[in-house]
């Protein structure tokens, strides 16, 4: 999943005047002007996240939401994606915590928008607009979570699917395949990407414990393997060694696994469809579901199926 770059750059109080609020004791100007509490014992059942990388601070788990939501998903997507995006978020977090009511910021992985970046990305006029609807989508589903016979879920979600999401393996039996029809017109579903010989050989020679591969090597040897029941690609074979599916993603800088590779006037080309790994919720098929009037909760039952949703 792309939850794996840290990032934790805290939007500015002065901004934000409505988030500090008197409920908020014994805080601290923290990180880019937030309010936040000097560490010390949580308030019995109240999560939060403890700031551990610059400062011994916390913030409220609801609060530190809409920095991630805010770079997970479009703010100009519909409020009831936005909301089903930060179920998906708040799941995610308090399945880490794993019962406990606070987490160190440095385990979560999770990318975050501060107010600099939200205001490069939204424009300085939309600024405060945008973050006001982020803000609502948390509130508005505050404490809900996903769960699947009372286990917080894995909330797998890409930007857009190659038109069917994936199915889940035995450990994610709540990831089915949904046709995504209209992921066929989201911005760059489509990516097509050529390279000499010479340099398709050198990218897929990068790939850790594999043997090289020389240019005069490749032609007539591609072959797709193996694809998964949504068309994402399992496995491949180039000479006589295998890789993965996302070995080769990974090691040309495809958009997704759902590709095709073909020789094209002496080079090779790849033929790419969709964005990220296709599991789970599809952020651009979501945002059309929301349009067409369906509420968050139709959407994350949509893509995870047979799970509840629990306010904690």
Request: hydrophobic share 35%.
């Amino acid at each position: 999943m792309n939850w794996k770059k840290g990032c934790a750059i805290m939007a500015t109080a002065c901004c934000f005047p409505y988030i500090i609020t008197l409920g908020w004791t014994g805080n601290v100007a923290g990180r880019d002007g937030y309010l936040m509490e000097e560490y010390g014992k949580a308030e019995s059942g109240r999560r939060r996240i403890i700031l551990d990388r610059e400062q011994e601070s916390a913030m409220d788990v609801e609060q530190y939401l809409a920095g991630v939501v805010a770079r997970q998903m479009p703010a100009s997507y519909e409020l009831e994606a936005l909301k089903a995006q930060a179920v998906i978020a708040r799941t995610y977090i308090h399945g880490l915590m794993e019962g406990d009511t606070e987490i160190p910021e440095s385990a979560l992985n999770m990318d975050y928008f501060g107010q600099a970046q939200m205001e490069q990305l939204w424009g300085t006029k939309n600024f405060m607009k945008l973050y006001e609807k982020v803000e609502q989508a948390i509130s508005e589903t505050k404490g809900v979570v996903m769960k699947y016979e009372g286990t917080y879920i894995d909330p797998w979600f890409s930007q857009c699917s190659g038109g069917i999401t994936r199915p889940g393996d035995e450990s994610h039996p709540y990831l089915a395949s949904v046709e995504c029809p209209e992921d066929l017109e989201a911005e760059n579903y489509l990516q097509i990407k050529e390279w000499t010989r010479e340099e398709f050989a050198k990218r897929i020679s990068s790939i850790p414990d594999k043997e090289p591969i020389l240019a005069d090597q490749i032609k007539g040897t591609i072959q797709i393997g193996e694809r998964d029941e949504a068309g994402y690609v399992k496995l491949v074979q180039i000479g006589n060694q295998q890789y993965t599916g996302e070995e080769i993603q990974y090691a040309l800088e495809l958009n997704s696994s759902f590709y095709r590779l073909e020789d094209y006037e002496g080079n090779i080309r790849a033929v790419v469809k969709g964005i990220g790994h296709g599991y789970g919720l599809s952020q651009y098929e979501a945002n059309e579901k929301a349009l067409e009037g369906w509420g968050y909760e139709e959407i994350l039952m949509h893509f995870y199926q047979n799970i509840t949703l629990v306010s904690e």
